[in-house]
Nanobody, 126 residues
Framework: QVQLVESGGGLVQAGGSLRLACAAS????????MGWFRQAPGKEREFVAG????????YYADSVKGRFTISRDNAKNTVYLQMNSLNPEDTAVYYC???????????????????WGQGTQVTVSS
């Protein structure tokens, strides 16, 4: 069983930045495909960004491309989401997720992931 714990959320003004972190337990973190999702009130959970085991392949939702950067440090069992140029539409609970035994290059569906964190709130004020 893998436990994922997010941190780094908070309240920020429009145009500001936040860096989210997701710490994973266990020794197999390096083998997981990792993703970030978000869910705003009244909306479905949506894919934000994903990263393969080495960090060499990343993928972003169009809504965050050019503003958000996903990265990982396998030595620290941690995946990050650097969020710049935030706007009120980015307000949501952000979740990290892990996909075991990845075979594809990209995973964007929530159903593809095996483990989830508890989420961290990001609020962007206008």
């Amino acid at each position: 069983q893998v436990q994922l714990v997010e941190s780094g959320g908070g309240l920020v003004q429009a145009g500001g930045s936040l860096r989210l972190a997701c710490a994973a337990s266990g020794r197999t973190f390096v083998s997981y495909y990792m993703g970030w999702f978000r869910q705003a009130p009244g909306k479905e959970r949506e894919f934000v960004a994903g990263i393969n085991w080495s960090g060499g392949t990343t993928y972003y939702a169009d809504s965050v491309k050019g503003r958000f950067t996903i990265s990982r440090d396998n030595a620290k069992n941690t995946v990050y989401l650097q969020m710049n140029s935030l706007n009120p539409e980015d307000t949501a609970v952000y979740y990290c997720a892990a996909k075991r035994f990845p075979r594809a290059t990209i995973y964007v569906r929530a159903d593809d992931y095996d483990y989830w964190g508890q989420g961290t709130q990001v609020t962007v004020s206008s």
